[in-house]
Each structure stands twice: as structure tokens, then as C-alpha cells.
């Protein structure tokens, strides 16, 4: 008899994790390797939010916070909200919880029941896809083409709607490539969604500062669809606190409630000294701060750099992101190939050709000595997925030898 659960043993491991392990653990090893599979930011979390949560250790904010957050965080993502979205969440329809992984959970949880249709665009984030297993649902994919610059269309979106549908997940910008929805486009999806009262969409904007285009556009701003969408963000990404882990939602009052009752019975709160360090978070100005302005301005920087470096990459059709820190590059071409005599790929998995994505991201990890993401685990085999969150001497290196090593395929 299994001891496993069997949600557990079905639902996948995820593929950036392990990749990221793999390269750490090769590193480890002395191995030089340059990690392009994280999504992390490589700056380090702004001074006075540091300076903020030390003070908050001395004043003894060390006892058990109220479950959905301190009542000043409340108000002050409350206030952020409408500073930088326009979006009017009172203090009860938002939850702060550890990471934007639980709050997406949580909202998932509280929404989806065995047998709901849950709309899911590719390529994703990966933990949408294992979420949603996890909630019994029928996951419906919507492929998005590189052509359209990885966004669905209305129609795409139409046809995919049945009376079952009860959540659609989707990030912009997104993870892992990039493409901004604009503001047209975001009505055009609220239009439809809006004459399927039964449906909700939680719209996962945790890279809303990491934007090279403009301003950032939330879906909930469109009066008619508001009570349909739950805006998911945190402060991982676009503050550089990732390991404080702070996510938290603005929703609908019932759904913050029932988010808010599953969290008290999962973690409670989450981590007092972490909120504090959320609350300066959410004080700065993104329009004004140096920190942020400083980051995206580098980040726009690498993203330049490394569109130039891979269109000279045989085989590799690359569009240009508009926010976040990745490209997703299409790489099919690159499939029936072979590799090197002497490759450690081969030696390793016994196979010489490079059949999909995951060949190919195990290639450069054992030959190229770059971690980089197989796009299976966003939905979409025919890519790779590279984190330029690195410096640019990472980067130009990291590129020289994923070029070398696909001039090597035969």
C-alpha cells in the first residue's frame, strides 16, 4: 500500500527549483557554473526597509500578528493599491500571506471545487498548473504564440469559456516571458469574462515594478469586471525581498474572507518581522524611490544586452520582453540535433540527440555549464527560459557558451 497521498505523488515537482538545486549543487562541486534559472532579483532589499525591521525586533513585534496581517499593512497595501493602481480594496478584502505561492493557493482553494474548469494561458508559471491539480480541477490551456507575443486572444478566450469555468490564472507581466497585457487588451478579456458571472480571474501582478513600457495596467480597474478578479502581489520582485516571503491579495470581501479562513488553519499569520519590513515596503513610492528606479533601469540594461547576444544564437527566435527578467526563446530548430562527441550530456543520459527542451536545458547545464529552464515547465516545449538576473559579465559569458555549444550540435 502507497503511502504517499495521491495528490501528492501526481502533482510535479517544480522544474525551476530543481534546476536551480542541480546548478547549486554542481557549483558545489566545483563546477563553474552561471545560474540563469532563478527568478530573483540579485540586488539586495533596500536599506531602509532593512533598518525598519531591525527597529521592529527591538519594539517587540515578536508575538502572534492577526492572521490576515497588522492592521497598518492592511491600510498601507490598502493605500498602495490605489497609488499605484487605482484600485479602491478596503483592509478587509486583503490578505497578507507568506509568499504570493499561498496566496495564489489560498485563492485557489477558496474558489475552485473537484471538477471546475480552470483556464490556464501557456506558458505559465509553473506552480499555477501543480495549484490547480491540487484543487481537483480541469485545467484548460489556452496557447499563447510567439507570434502574439505569448498573449491569448479574445477569441481564444471565448471559445474556451464553458458553463464549468470558474477561474482563470494569469500573470503580466509575466513569468516566464516577459509580455505585458495593455490596457486594451486587458478590456477586451474583462468583456468576456464579464458576461460569465460564475467565472473569476486572479490576475498575478507581483512584477508590476519591473516594467519597461509604461504604467503598469491592473484588470480589477474596469469597474464592471472588479468583483471577478483577485489581484495577486507581494513584494518578492520588484522591492528585492524575496526571502522575506510577504505575498498578499485585494479581493471580493468573501473570497479575502475564506482565504482568510483557510490561512488560520494552515500557517496563521505570517512571519511578524517580515510584515513590518512589507509595511516601509509598501511606503515607497515606485514612481519616486531610487531603489526600484535604480533596479528596473539595470534590469532594461541586461534585457537589451542579452537581445542582442541571443538573436546571434543559431536557432534561437527571440522576441523582446517588456517587463520582468526573463526571455523565453524559441528553440525547436535546435530539436534532431546531435551532440558532441565528447558531450557530458550524452555520456550521462546514454542519448545523443536532443529530442525537446528538456535535452536541451540539461545540454547547456552539463556542456555550456549554464543552468537555464526547460519550457515544459511552462507549458511550452518548443522554448527555454533564461533569468537574466545576473550580472552583465554573467551574462555576456553565459551567452558565449550557450552560442559555443549549439555551434557544436551536428
Given at each position: ?85 487605482n484600485l479602491d480594496y478596503s483592509s478587509q478584502q486583503i490578505v497578507v ?314
Amino acid at each position: 500500500m502507497e503511502r504517499i497521498s495521491k495528490r501528492v505523488l501526481d502533482m510535479p515537482a517544480s522544474e525551476t527549483l530543481a534546476m536551480t538545486a542541480l546548478a547549486r549543487e554542481l557549483k558545489e562541486k566545483g563546477q563553474d557554473v552561471i545560474s540563469l534559472s532563478i527568478g530573483e532579483p540579485d540586488f539586495n532589499t533596500p536599506e531602509e526597509v532593512k533598518d525598519f525591521a531591525k527597529q521592529s525586533i527591538d519594539d517587540n513585534f515578536t508575538h502572534y500578528p492577526p492572521v490576515p496581517g497588522y492592521a497598518d499593512l492592511l491600510n498601507a497595501i490598502s493605500n498602495k493599491f490605489k497609488r499605484d493602481n487605482n484600485l479602491d480594496y478596503s483592509s478587509q478584502q486583503i490578505v497578507v500571506s507568506t509568499g504570493g505561492k499561498q496566496a495564489i493557493y489560498q485563492t485557489v482553494m477558496a474558489l475552485v471545487n473537484p471538477g471546475d474548469e480552470v483556464i490556464i494561458p501557456t506558458p505559465y508559471w509553473v506552480s499555477y498548473r501543480a495549484i490547480a491539480q491540487m484543487a481537483e480541477a480541469k485545467i484548460i490551456y489556452i496557447p499563447g504564440k510567439i507570434e502574439n507575443d505569448f498573449k491569448i486572444t479574445p477569441e481564444q478566450l471565448r471559445a474556451a469559456i464553458t458553463p464549468k469555468t470558474k477561474l482563470m490564472m494569469f500573470s503580466s507581466p509575466s513569468n516566464p516571458t516577459g509580455m505585458i497585457y495593455s490596457k486594451e487588451e486587458l478590456k477586451a478579456i474583462a468583456e468576456i469574462v464579464a458576461q460569465h458571472p460564475q467565472m473569476m480571474i486572479m490576475s498575478d501582478e507581483i512584477y508590476e515594478h519591473i516594467n519597461f513600457v509604461g504604467h503598469h495596467e491592473s484588470i480589477a480597474q474596469f469597474d464592471f469586471i472588479k468583483n471577478q478578479v483577485v489581484t495577486v502581489n507581494g513584494v518578492a520582485k520588484g522591492f528585492a525581498m524575496t526571502g522575506w516571503r510577504i505575498g498578499f491579495i485585494g479581493a471580493p470581501i468573501e473570497v479575502a474572507k475564506a482565504c482568510n479562513k483557510l490561512q488560520g488553519q494552515i500557517t496563521s499569520a505570517t512571519g511578524s518581522i517580515s510584515q513590518r519590513a512589507a509595511l516601509k515596503a509598501m511606503e515607497m513610492d515606485p514612481k519616486t524611490s531610487e531603489e526600484i528606479l535604480n533596479m528596473r533601469n539595470v534590469f532594461k540594461t541586461r534585457r537589451n544586452l542579452v537581445f542582442a547576444l541571443l538573436q546571434e544564437i543559431p536557432g534561437f527566435e527571440v522576441h523582446l520582453p517588456q517587463g520582468a527578467f526573463y526571455f523565453f526563446p524559441k528553440i525547436s530548430s535546435l530539436f534532431g540535433k546531435n551532440t558532441p562527441a565528447n558531450s557530458n550530456f550524452a555520456a550521462q543520459y546514454n542519448k545523443t540527440t536532443i529530442d525537446n527542451s528538456t535535452d536541451l536545458a540539461f545540454y547547456f547545464l552539463l556542456d555550456a555549464n549554464v543552468s537555464t529552464v526547460q519550457g515544459t515547465a511552462f507549458g511550452d516545449d518548443d522554448c527555454i527560459r533564461l533569468s537574466y538576473a545576473t550580472s552583465e559579465e554573467n551574462l555576456k559569458e553565459a551567452c558565449r557558451r550557450i552560442k559555443e555549444a549549439v555551434l557544436a550540435l551536428k
